[in-house]
């Protein structure tokens, strides 16, 4: 069983900067693939990005490209989501999720192991 834990959400103004982090526990995650997602209210949960923890190959969604890092602490059993030039359309609860394999899925369904999130709030 994994358990993911993440932190590091808070309130920010418009182009500030914020550093998520996702500990794990109970598994190492050298033969999983690691994704972020988030959900604003009233809205479905959507994908941010994800890396494999193996060879670090990442994918990020259009949204956020440029702007979004996702990285991982091998030492740690850590993700972390590098968040600049946040814009107040990022505001959402920023989930944490695992799956064992090679894809880099980007739908929630795929995913077997979630945190509880923790929320971000930009602010215009």
Do not use: H
Request: proline share 2%; net charge positive; hydrophobic share 35%.
């Amino acid at each position: 069983q994994v358990q993911l834990v993440e932190s590091g959400g808070g309130l920010v103004q418009a182009g500030d900067s914020l550093r998520l982090s996702c500990a794990g526990s109970g598994r190492a995650f050298s033969s999983y693939v690691l994704g972020w997602f988030r959900q604003a209210p009233g809205k479905e949960r959507e994908f941010v990005a994800v890396i494999r923890w193996s060879d670090l190959r990442t994918y990020y969604a259009d949204s956020v490209k440029g702007r979004f890092t996702i990285s991982r602490d091998n030492a740690e059993n850590t993700v972390r989501l590098q968040m600049n030039s946040l814009k107040p359309e990022d505001t959402a609860v920023y989930y944490c999720a695992a799956r064992t394999g090679w894809v880099l899925a980007r739908t929630p369904k795929e995913y077997d192991y979630w945190g509880q999130g923790t929320q971000v709030t930009v602010s215009s």
